[in-house]
């Protein structure tokens, strides 16, 4: 069922409902998975409110915009993923283009009562991308989009997927599995200050090492360290992870293209670390599904070989699917 005529502080929410799953969206705020909820249990992380993102832009810079209207839920970034950069002529913030321009839902003859298609014409490259996001069961969703290069010239970019999981779903009952042996490499790019992580370390899921020298399971999420840390699946093994809380018996699979989405970021906001932007206040992870590493930006992903490219009037098919599971 589409449930639609919904709003939160002056926003459009559009619903989807079948059983016990329920996936809210918010076309405007940059086509924001804002819910994922089955049978009463919240799967994504809330930092606030959502809100128009004109409420913001006043005095912010391209670097701050993202952090100050980091509202939580899963959105999705193209073409660059990342920090602020420059390329092709264009000036980049973090996490830009798609997270700050609205999307528009649309009506064809392929609806049914189960999905919705929503639309978006990026505004700093000829860009546009289009998503359908089906529950095909009452546990499972199922994303399929299709980027169109509008241009004749070929486009680098890159391309993240971003789900910010926590409400129910995550604590410190929480597992994170990934294929066995699947290789990791802590960032050492941006040397977040508040990670607690040794920049650059290189191990195999889920053993990391800390600054001082101490073994890290990134598997777990413990609430007593006040951390922000940024791991990088360069490489992925198998198109596939699990999220899963034994404590609610619940956990979510999701699996993706991996000829789009080649490797993995592992954003561990634990707390987030003292002052600016997180103060402590943030409880959530991150499993993004990426074209390109690390989180640079396009321009030093265009120089590491790690970008993605659409050919000139060329178009890109690929999908992601999110399963709860019982556990």
Known sequence: MIVDGLFVNGL??????????????????????????????????????PEPIENFREGLTPEDFYNVIFFGGWFEVIPNAGYASRYAGVSFGLHDETPYIPWRVEYDEEVDEYSILMVTNLRKYPLKLYRRIRLVNSNEVLIRE????LSS????FSWLHHPNFGGDLLSENSVLELPEGTEVEVDRHLSSESSILEP???????????????????????????T?????????????FRLVNRGIGLGVEVTWDPSV??????WRPLGGGLNYPWFGRIYATSV???????????????????AY???????????????????
């Not at 969206?25 to 909820?37: A, M």
């Open 12 to 49: 459009r929410v559009v619903g989807l409902v079948r059983g016990e799953l329920k996936v809210e969206v918010i076309p405007e705020l940059g086509g924001l998975i804002w819910s994922i909820n089955y049978g009463g249990k919240e799967l994504l992380y809330h930092h606030r409110d």
């Open 146 to 149: 299709r980027l169109v290069n």
């Open 153 to 156: 010239q070929a486009l680098k």
């Open 200 to 226: 650059g370390y290189r191990g195999t899921f889920p053993m990391v090492k800390s600054k001082d020298g101490k073994p890290i399971d990134l598997s777990r999420f413990p609430r007593n360290l006040n």
């Open 228 to 240: 922000n840390d940024l791991v990088y699946v360069p490489r992925i093994k198998d198109s596939w």
């Open 261 to 266: 989405f080649r490797s993995m970021w592992l």
């Open 288 to 306: 993004e599904l990426a074209t390109s590493w690390p989180a640079t930006g396009l321009a030093e992903q265009v120089k590491a070989g790690t």
């Open 309 to 327: 490219e659409i050919q000139g009037n060329g178009q890109i098919n690929t999908w992601v699917r999110l399963r709860i599971v019982p556990y």
